[in-house]
C-alpha cells in the first residue's frame, strides 16, 4: 500500500463521524429542518455501515465460498443496525410535518428518546467496527462477546425506534 493511500476502513470511519455529526452537532447548531439532518445523517451512516459490511464480504469471499456461510452471523449483526437505521429514516420522512413542527414540543420523551436511540446507533457503530477490526486480526476469543453486545445494543434500541413510532402514530393522534 502506498504511503498516501487511506486504507478503506478509514473512510468508512470517517464517513460515519460525519453522519453522527450531521445528526447531532448540525441539529443543534443550525435552524434547519431536524428530520432532513436526521435522514441525511443516518443516510451518511447507513452507507458506510453497508461499504463496509460489503467489503468485508469481499475479502471473506477471498478465502472461498463456504467462508461466507461461516461469516452470516456477521452480516445478520450488521443488517440489523442497517434496517434499524432504515426505520429511524422512514419514519422522519414520513412525519417530516410534526417533527419540524412545533407539535413534538409538548412530548418531553420524544428528544429523550430519540437521543438515547442516536446514543445507542453511537455505540452499535462502534461495536461493528471492533467486530469488523477483530476478523481482521484473526482474533475470534472476544468475537462471540462482541457479537452479542452488538445484539443486545440492537434489541435495546429497538425498543426505543419503537417508542418514537409509539410517539408518532398513538400520541399525535389521541393527544
Known amino acids: 500500500m ?8 478509514s473512510f468508512f470511519t470517517i464517513l460515519v463521524i460525519i453522519g453522527f455529526l450531521i445528526k447531532v452537532f448540525f441539529n443543534k447548531l443550525f435552524s434547519g429542518p431536524k428530520s432532513g439532518m436526521t435522514i441525511g445523517g443516518y443516510g451518511v451512516v447507513m452507507v458506510a455501515i453497508a461499504g463496509l459490511l460489503f467489503y468485508k464480504i469481499s475479502k471473506d469471499n477471498k478465502n472461498g465460498p463456504n467462508i461466507l456461510l461461516s461469516k452470516m452471523s456477521d452480516t445478520f449483526i450488521y443488517s440489523i443496525v442497517m434496517i434499524l ?11 417530516e410535518y410534526v417533527i419540524d413542527s412545533e407539535t413534538l414540543e409538548k412530548f418531553d420523551d420524544y428528544d429523550t428518546i430519540t437521543g438515547i436511540s442516536t446514543a445507542m446507533f453511537i455505540l452499535q457503530t462502534y461495536v461493528l467496527f471492533k467486530i469488523y477490526n477483530d476478523s481482521l486480526k484473526g482474533g475470534d476469543s472476544k468475537a462471540g462477546l462482541t457479537k452479542v453486545v452488538s445484539l443486545v445494543l440492537a434489541s435495546v434500541n429497538a425498543v426505543f425506534v419503537w417508542l418514537t413510532y409509539d410517539i408518532f402514530t398513538n400520541k399525535l393522534t389521541c393527544g
Open 2 to 9: 502506498n504511503d498516501k493511500e487511506i486504507p478503506i476502513e
Open 85 to 95: 437505521l432504515a426505520v429511524v429514516i422512514y419514519l422522519n420522512s414520513k412525519y
